[in-house]
């Protein structure tokens, strides 16, 4: 080992053995650092949780392209902006919404039927074909009166 660091210390100007393999080394070496950093920024952008950053960057530091294998096997499939607007998109699909007829649980506006239990809550309205609540005696959308709507049933069968 000695011998070899004397050797890539010491080389000759004309030696291009020497040189090329202190390129090679000093390749690796950048190649290792840019590793480890793409695993830290990624894990951060991943994770709230510090000792799986700090873990998953040590086991990169030692291990390296192995780390780096285990940690894309390992590492939460969506970041933390994806994870935030997928948030964002249930809340306000929960938040637009009433309680099941039947059986009182919360019940999306966009849902025809209950997931609970399997109620008919709304039925398309036969003018703007708009999902309309049993409860409702006028289509909020379009002003179209209850009496002229017609199942949903009906417009699957034609189609
Ligand atoms: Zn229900
Ligand atoms: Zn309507």
Redo the contacts with the bound molecule.
């Keep these: 080992m000695n011998e070899i660091l004397d050797y890539l210390v010491n080389f000759q100007p004309n030696d291009w053995f020497g040189i090329s393999l202190r390129g090679i080394f000093i390749y690796l070496f950048v190649l290792w650092i840019a590793i480890v950093i793409w695993v830290a920024r990624d894990s951060v952008g991943r994770s709230r949780n510090l000792i799986f950053q700090v873990f998953m960057i040590f086991l990169t530091i030692i291990l390296n392209i192995f780390g780096l294998l285990i940690y894309l096997i390992v590492r939460p499939q969506k970041t933390l902006i994806e994870k935030y607007h997928e948030d964002l998109e249930y809340r306000a699909l929960v938040e637009n919404e009433e309680l099941c007829p039947k059986c009182e649980k919360p019940l999306p506006l966009v849902f025809q039927f209950c997931p609970h239990c399997g109620e008919e809550a709304r039925k398309a ?1 036969k ?2 074909h ?1 999902l ?1 609540s049993k409860s409702w005696s006028v ?1 909020p ?4 009166k209850k009496s002229t709507q017609k199942k949903v049933e009906h417009k699957k069968n034609k189609l």
């Design positions: 309205c003018k703007c708009k309309v289509c959308y379009c002003g179209n």
